[in-house]
């Protein structure tokens, strides 16, 4: 097992920069999850790491060793690609064989890892098959056995649920992780999909036009996104962004977005205080917007909006409120059982420990 | 009658016509074939009938045997089969090595050396007939299997084909089979190779057949009577006062069926689609 590291590396495509000076370490049986949407370079990133891809400048070392130089076979990785690359010709076992053959290892020894691999993934039955007399979620397993049998010190996989249902999905996702728990290996993780991200990563690093933008564990990206990108990519239903004005009153420091005016904590005045009468980016994600009939703790003055609602979607568990705020349209979460229409009036609370701000023009994060 | 029964009526005519059609045109497209094949067996004096007789009366089984004897049928056949073997197997072999590198190698000038070497398929084979001869006469290859086989070896048309075919194979094979540790000489073995079978044996029966009935080339190449091949062999049937008409057909027929066997084992590889479903759908 090891862990990944890369330095300031950069890849070009002629004049194109897909990768811009990217640095990560990924420690040893760390599962991390790189994300971000589509185009950003995240496979590309990924297959610089497995040799796939040169490496325009910058280090990659695996384990302690600088792998710039090294072919694929030689890096002890293993790759799980997102339409499986199952070879066509050969069965599953012969799949999962090959690498191991070209490595000479002895036949009892191959049949060995494959059958505990095709036992972990519960394919054992499925051995003398072609990948075409497989099912979708059957092929993704193969592929996963063809990366384990190798015992790589690092696995890579690049999208490997994103051609199962839904379903498929949610189970494949725990799946994984109990691989990961159970072979304490290092997995560097790639999707686009922050639903994934969040559910399945030690830490996710989030990618936007081949830079890093924030680098953390789950539940710190999504409390302190450390720029608006990040705020708006990680969370679903997204992040509520609207412009908002700092004023100041007396001894209180408010946000006016116009139709409403949102009190500021005392504990992030200071932060605030340089922008006073000038535009700021107010972040609030759906479920810190209150019902206020519902909400009765901690109603101050000063963090109540009321709109129009627009759309209702009620999900069982929750219903999701489209709310026009005459300046702009906000989703917010309320309660399974709320009576709200369309077209009715709501008053919203916000709740002001959660909010987030970002400077108008970098997007950079001012609470940090 | 309910709409049902005049659609079904109207579907009946329509195939009718659409089977009359096909019938007439296989029937003309086997008719020169059948007439090849009864004329093999027609005693001599019923050729030039003015009735159409398909089947012969009486069947003259011996005009095979005395075609068999007439010229050294032994001989040519072996010429004939080893030649065609050996070119289909140096020209399916250069030709998808040569297009793996086209396709999927990264080496300065790829392109427009492939665009060079794609632009001989411009040049008329006639042209290169005298300039190839002297080469080869030069060489002391003539009226050798050298001088049969080596010329037809090397063939840009299956380089361009295979090419085609290569690139339609997904990227992520190889780089799956780069990570299982292939060299590129295995991936070309194990992975290209074997995934390119259709396309293999297409342009391999192409080259088979195409080699079978050349006449040209083995007749300008050789001189001795134990280098000639087959079609050389029918063309002896032929003479400038007489032809012996039963006794061609009857050799045109030994001479088909190789060439027959080979396209009828070949057809399931040909009409059989692509699997690609290690891949996604
Ligand atoms: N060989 C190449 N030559 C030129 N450009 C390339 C090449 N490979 C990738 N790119 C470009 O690099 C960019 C990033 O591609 P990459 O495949 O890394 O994106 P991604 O983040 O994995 O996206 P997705 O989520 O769609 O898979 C894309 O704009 C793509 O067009
Ligand atoms: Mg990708």
Not at chain 1, 33 to 58: I, N, Q
Not at chain 1, 255 to 273: H, P, Q, S, T, W
């Amino acid at each position: 097992m090891a862990r990944v590291i890369l330095q300031n590396v950069w890849k070009r495509f002629g004049d194109a920069e897909i990768v811009k000076d990217f640095s990560l370490e990924v420690p040893d049986k760390e599962f991390c999850v790189l994300v971000g949407p589509s185009g950003c370079g995240k496979s590309t990133t990924l297959r610089m790491v497995a040799g796939l891809e040169e490496v325009t400048a910058g280090d990659i070392i695996i384990g302690d060793r600088r792998v710039n130089d090294l072919p694929p076979k030689d890096r002890d990785i293993a790759m799980v690609f997102q339409n499986y690359a199952l070879y066509p010709h050969m069965t599953v076992y012969e799949n999962m064989a090959f690498g191991l053959k070209l490595k000479k290892f002895s036949d009892p020894e191959i049949s060995m890892r494959v059958k505990e691999a095709a036992e972990i993934l519960g394919i054992a039955h499925l051995l003398d098959r072609k990948p075409k007399q497989l099912s979708g979620g059957q092929r993704q397993r193969v592929a996963v056995g063809r990366a384990i049998v190798r015992k790589p010190k690092v696995f890579l996989f690049d999208e490997p649920l994103s051609n199962l249902d839904a379903k498929l999905r949610v189970q494949m996702r725990a799946e994984l992780k109990k691989m990961h728990e159970r072979l304490q290996s290092t997995i560097i993780y790639v999707t686009h999909d922050q639903t994934e991200a969040m559910t399945m990563g030690d830490r996710i690093c989030i990618m936007k036009d081949g830079s890093i933008q924030q680098v953390d564990n789950p539940l710190s990206v999504y409390e302190k996104p450390d720029n608006r990108f990040v705020g708006g990519f990680i969370g679903s239903p997204p992040m509520n962004f609207m412009e908002a004005e700092v004023i100041v009153r007396g001894e209180e420091c408010f946000l006016n977005e116009g139709m409403f005016e949102i009190a500021v904590r005392r504990r992030y005045k200071d932060n605030v205080m340089p922008y006073v009468n000038k535009k700021l980016i107010l972040g609030i994600r759906p479920e810190d917007i209150h019902d206020k009939l519902s909400f009765t703790l901690n109603l101050k003055e000063g963090n109540v909006m009321s709109g129009m609602v627009d759309v209702v979607e009620p999900l069982g568990s929750e219903i999701f409120l489209h709310v026009n705020t005459g300046k702009n349209e906000i989703i917010c979460r309320v309660d399974a059982h709320s009576k709200v229409q369309p077209n009715n009036i709501i008053e919203l609370v916000v709740d002001t420990r959660k909010i987030h701000l970002f400077e108008a023009e970098t997007g950079c994060s001012i609470l940090q | 009658m309910t709409l049902y029964h005049i659609m079904k009526i109207k579907k009946y005519v329509n195939h009718a016509i659409l089977y009359s059609l096909l019938i007439l045109f296989g029937i003309t497209m086997v008719f020169p074939f059948l007439w090849m094949l009864s004329t093999s067996l027609k005693d001599p004096s019923q050729v030039f009938t003015a009735s159409l007789q398909l089947i012969p009366d009486p069947i003259v089984w011996k005009n095979y045997a005395e075609a068999w004897e007439a010229i050294p049928f032994g001989r040519f056949y072996m010429n004939s089969v080893a030649v065609a073997l050996a070119v289909t197997l140096g020209q399916v072999l250069t030709s998808s090595m040569a297009a793996y590198a086209f396709s999927r190698l990264k080496f300065p000038g790829r392109d427009s050396i492939f665009l060079g070497y794609l632009a001989t398929m411009m040049i008329p084979g006639m042209v290169v007939t005298i300039p190839v001869f002297i080469l080869l006469k030069s060489l002391g290859w003539l009226d050798s299997y050298k001088a049969l086989i080596l010329p037809g070896v090397f063939s840009a048309y299956g380089t361009f084909m295979l090419r085609q075919f290569f690139m339609t194979l997904p990227a992520d094979l190889e780089d799956a089979a780069k990570i299982d540790g292939c060299s590129l000489w295995r991936i070309y073995w194990q992975i290209i190779l074997p995934l390119s079978k259709p396309a293999l044996s297409t342009l391999a029966m192409f080259t088979f057949l195409g080699n079978w009935q050349s006449f040209f080339w083995p007749l300008v190449v050789t001189s001795s009577e134990s280098m000639k091949t087959l079609p050389i062999g029918l063309s002896y049937f032929q003479d400038i006062y007489t032809t012996e008409w039963t006794l061609l057909m009857a050799g045109s027929i030994i001479v088909l069926v190789p060439a027959l066997l080979v396209f009828i084992l070949n057809q399931k590889f040909i009409t059989q689609g692509i699997a690609l479903t290690g891949l996604k759908g």
